[in-house]
């Protein structure tokens, strides 16, 4: 490494990416708690059900290394799930050492009405993304950055997203109105 780049080269690109990256988050963290507020979730939550909704059931240990977060974040949040009636745990026949969590038929439905009601025009991401669209007829693909992911997460961090995106794209339930006073409802009162 010492041949291809110089150590200020990689504290230069260390920077710019820890500073990038930061704020990037920061807008995305922003706007996805103003999406989930009125279903009474919070990020952690959120991603689990999305991630346990893509691949129809997972493993704790699959939530945690696609959801990018400690196994004991992956457990304990699944777990106030669970007692949501959101989640439920079991355990399989060739495989008792994993605990598996699947979405509920209310897991689904409070995810899908999350899924209905994100607002594009509220996501400051999105539109400062929009811009680049008039530019090259189409929001950024991120091909570095995936590049970069793939490095050091691994080929099947991307190979779920993939799924993940490809069912997004397919998805119908998301043209399904729904009615988020309920959602209201249901989370002041449990």
Do not use: C
């Not at 504290?11 to 807008?27: D, P």
């Not at 999105?126 to 007829?137: C, F, I, V």
């Amino acid at each position: 490494m010492k041949d291809k780049v110089s150590k200020q080269e990689a504290i230069f690109y260390s920077h710019k990416m820890a500073q990038l990256s930061k704020a990037l988050w920061k807008a995305i963290e922003k706007d996805w708690q103003e999406w989930i507020k009125p279903f009474q979730l919070n990020i952690n939550e959120h991603h689990i059900l999305w991630i346990a909704y893509h691949l129809k059931g997972a493993s704790v240990s699959e939530i945690s290394k696609f959801g990018v977060m400690h196994v004991s974040t992956a457990f304990n949040f699944s777990k106030k799930l669970e007692e949501r009636g959101l989640l439920q745990f079991s355990k399989r026949e060739n495989d008792k050492r994993n605990t598996y969590v699947e979405l509920t038929n209310e897991g689904v439905e409070l995810l899908e009405a999350t899924l209905h009601e994100y607002e594009p025009e509220e996501s400051s991401v999105l539109q400062g993304a929009l811009p680049m669209t008039e530019m090259y007829g189409k929001l950024p693909e991120f091909l570095d950055l995936s590049a970069l992911i793939k490095e050091i997460y691994g080929d099947e961090y991307i190979e779920i997203l993939e799924r993940s995106l490809n069912n997004i794209e397919n998805e119908n339930a998301i043209q399904q109105p729904t009615d988020i006073e309920t959602y209201k409802k249901q989370s002041k009162s449990s």
